[in-house]
């Protein structure tokens, strides 16, 4: 009678809601779900697809991406906040669903510390400040130096909230009209036209068009060089302490996560952009791959968030 009541019990347990259906040696014993917030085709979508690839070889189990773009990232995140977290849906998250929409908003879709478990970077986009080679200024002081001259009477551009944020880190007090794309590539088309006078893009865009001759890059939001345009110093070599904004990428899944199935996912995860082959394709799509242990990408999300939402009250950014 004993132990008929002990195993009823332990089945209960594992009947209840949330409950780790899993053996930590067993996991993963099914494929995986990898939510991605953004549209087949686009720059996240391939990053989310390689890396994919490497984790299925990584795991021995098949790593699915679902797309659910919309609201900028925003039904991802909440598709895998409200999953079962026993490791088999996780979130490609970026900046901008789990930093810009939770401290642009009036009402904030999720607290992002409370609704997820981080559980390791993925890497950070390369971005490049850059300028047209007609633009008379060949160093960041320089043109910060134009701008003071001329308030109010060059232009920026930005396609995303990141690169819009660093531009107001950059500038400060300095005044620049800013405008909003919807891709960088029209952006990039308006600056070689010399309707825009800067802009914060992409490793993607960037590289041949400084090799062309027919832009400059001055500085990177990059915490190290970046291997496409060496020459290219950071922030930090500059002395711009106050630009910290950059844009990443990292994974989570959902809130209560165990920490066994963390650890083990965060590290296949850091394994993987380690492979040779998910490496290098990496750095075709301009991105600086590398993991991070749960505790590190935890301390990293929250420098961010913090630098974000400082920087949305120190401009009285609003959201539109």
């Known amino acids: 009678m004993r132990r008929r009541t002990l195993t009823l019990a332990a089945l209960a347990a594992a009947a209840l809601p949330g409950a780790a259906a899993w053996s930590a040696d067993a996991f993963p014993n099914k494929p995986l779900k990898l939510i991605v917030g953004f549209a087949a085709g686009g720059g996240a979508d391939v990053l989310t697809r390689i890396i994919a690839e490497g984790l299925a070889k990584q795991l021995g189990q098949q790593v699915i991406v679902e797309n659910r773009p919309g609201a900028d990232g925003v039904l991802a995140a909440q598709?895998?906040?409200?999953?079962?977290?026993?490791?088999?849906?996780?979130?490609?998250?970026?900046?901008?669903?789990?930093?810009?929409?939770?401290?642009?908003?009036?009402?904030?879709?999720?607290?992002?510390?409370?609704?997820?478990?981080?559980?390791?970077?993925?890497?950070?986009?390369?971005?490049?400040?850059?300028?047209?080679?007609?633009?008379?200024?060949?160093?960041?002081?320089?043109?910060?130096?134009?701008v003071a001259s001329k308030p109010g009477a060059l232009n920026s551009a930005s396609s995303n909230s990141a690169s819009e944020l660093a531009m107001l880190q950059l500038l400060g007090d300095r005044k620049v009209v800013n405008a909003r794309y919807k891709g960088d590539m029209q952006a990039m088309t308006d600056l070689l036209g010399g309707q825009i006078q800067m802009m914060f893009t992409t490793g993607t865009l960037a590289p041949g068009f400084v090799k062309e001759g027919r832009i400059r890059a001055l500085v990177t939001l990059l915490p190290q060089r970046s291997a496409l345009l060496p020459d290219v110093p950071t922030g930090g070599e500059l002395g711009l302490g106050k630009l910290t904004i950059t844009p990443w990428a990292g994974f989570f899944g959902p809130p209560g996560l165990p920490q066994a199935i963390t650890d083990r996912l965060s590290q296949e995860l850091q394994n993987t952009v380690k492979r040779p082959e998910v490496h290098a394709q990496l750095v075709q799509q301009g991105f600086e791959g590398y993991g991070m242990s749960p505790a590190k990408f935890h301390e990293f999300f929250r420098t961010q968030y913090d630098a974000f939402g400082a920087t949305v009250r120190e401009h009285n950014v609003k959201f539109e």
């Open 79 to 146: 598709a895998t906040s409200s999953a079962r977290p026993d490791g088999y849906t996780l979130l490609m998250g970026t900046n901008t669903a789990m930093v810009a929409a939770p401290t642009l908003r009036p009402t904030p879709p999720y607290d992002p510390f409370k609704a997820f478990t981080p559980i390791s970077s993925a890497g950070q986009f390369s971005m490049f400040l850059v300028v047209p080679a007609s633009l008379p200024v060949k160093s960041v002081n320089e043109l910060l130096a134009l």
